[in-house]
């Protein structure tokens, strides 16, 4: 069946370093591609995403591109701040059914020290 | 524009005890979705619904029940708390069932004794 998995954390980075956070998925047909946020205390929100094949999914200075050959969808920001410090949820939305099913990862808790 | 509410925040049942998970969206979604979240193991679906009446199951549903009377509404049952039911509880909500995209509340703490 489908599923995402994501590196495994913590990852701990000094301010203004660079980030990625690698996450790779299996699935038939064509997913759909997302990353999540959680902040501390707080729900799940959408960072970005990514609907077919080599399309880049950008916000807030995170990027992901979405490599059908590697399956994958790494998630990278070149200078990472102190309020980046979260857990970071990649999924996929299985494409097949009439009820698309979001397939998450276990999370990959960042920590940004000043 | 509120989004997805969630209450209470926190609470602290004994075992056995039962209580209810509010959840209620002010976007017309169809679909909403309940959630448990406990450390090590992501996120894991507990129930869904597709609309107004339409409930199903997810992974984890055993221990809980869950009811859509309203488009807005989607609360969650605990029948008899158990220990092993202690998690943060997050409801979710998205247009339709094809959508991508879901939006979540802020989550419940739930403690079981």
């Known amino acids: 069946g489908n599923s995402v998995t994501q590196m495994e954390g913590p990852v701990t980075l000094s301010e203004e370093a660079f980030l990625t956070i690698n996450c790779t998925y299996t699935a038939t047909g064509y997913p759909s591609l997302f990353w999540y946020v959680q902040y501390p205390g707080e729900g799940l929100q959408l960072l970005l995403k990514a609907t077919k094949a080599d399309d880049k999914g950008s916000n807030k200075g995170f990027e992901a591109t979405y490599r059908k050959e590697t399956t994958s969808f790494h998630l990278e920001k070149g200078s990472v701040q102190v309020s980046d410090s979260a857990v970071y949820f990649c999924?996929?939305?299985?494409?097949?059914?009439?009820?698309?099913?979001?397939?998450w990862g276990l999370g990959t808790s960042l920590a940004v020290n000043p | 524009n509120a989004g997805v509410t969630q209450t209470p925040k926190f609470q602290v049942l004994k075992t056995g005890q039962s209580m209810t998970l509010q959840c209620a969206q002010d976007m017309n979604h169809e679909y909403m979705s309940w959630y448990r979240q406990d450390p090590g193991m992501g996120l894991r679906l507990i129930h869904y619904s597709v609309g107004a009446g339409i409930t199903d199951q997810g992974e984890v549903p055993n221990g809980y029940n869950v009811s859509r009377s309203t488009t807005e509404d989607f609360p969650l049952r605990l029948l008899s708390a158990a220990p092993s039911q202690t998690s943060v509880y997050f409801c979710?909500?998205?247009?339709?069932?094809?959508?991508?995209?879901?939006?979540f509340g802020p989550g419940t703490r739930l403690t079981v004794t």
């Open positions: 979710a909500s998205r247009g339709t069932a094809h959508s991508g995209e879901q939006y």
């Open positions: 999924a996929l939305s299985d494409s097949a059914g009439n009820n698309r099913k979001l397939i």
